[in-house]
């Protein structure tokens, strides 16, 4: 009774493929389904933003792009060294949010005072005969209250753990790019 072994096909998971593209596709995802969350509980749940939410959008915004570009770099042969300062600059840009991230979930548990800014835009108001009519339609979004949270976290303390995510997705891309 012979064996042969080239009969059965063996899956092989090649992990030096294209590390760069791997880890750049993996933080476009991610960070294009977390924005895309994002305006789904400010627009579909009218879980409306503070000011410090709005900010920790804007990293996603700048990386989703980059990380497109990052990607295509790689599918199309850059250079490592090009490829790996490319996702120097998503993980530094993830871990700025996770600290931005951090910092709003100390307002939120009341652990230092948030920024004057949060107590909502108030504009233009019209004449003063008006003005109680327009107050009432002010809705004041407080950085300081949480308005939902989910297993003791709020979307902030989410939004941490998806930036470090991102920045160790970014760093893993960086290792097996050098060794690559």
């Not at 880890?23 to 895309?36: E, F, G, N, R």
């Not at 297993?151 to 753990?161: Q, T």
Request: hydrophobic content about 55%; proline content about 4%.
């Amino acid at each position: 009774m012979t064996s042969d072994t080239t009969a059965i096909p063996t899956l092989r998971h090649n992990n030096d493929a294209n590390p760069a593209l791997t880890a750049a596709l993996a933080i476009l995802v991610i960070a294009a389904a977390t924005i895309a969350g994002a305006w789904f509980f400010q627009l579909v749940l009218e879980i409306l933003p503070c000011p410090l939410c709005l900010e920790q959008r804007y990293a996603y915004y700048a990386i989703i792009p980059f990380a497109a570009l990052v990607a295509l770099a790689a599918a199309r042969g850059v250079p490592r060294a090009v490829l790996s300062a490319g996702l120097v600059i998503i993980a530094l840009a993830a871990l700025g949010n996770a600290g931005l991230g951090t910092y709003h979930s100390g307002v939120e548990w009341q652990l230092w005072q948030g920024p004057t800014d949060c107590t909502g835009p108030v504009g233009n108001l019209g004449s003063a005969g008006t003005l109680l009519q327009r107050l009432d339609t002010v809705k004041v979004i407080r950085c300081d209250e949480v308005q939902w949270r989910f297993l003791g976290l709020s979307l902030a303390g989410y939004n941490v753990l998806i930036s470090l995510l991102m920045a160790a997705i970014a760093a893993w891309g960086i290792v097996r790019t050098a060794r690559r």
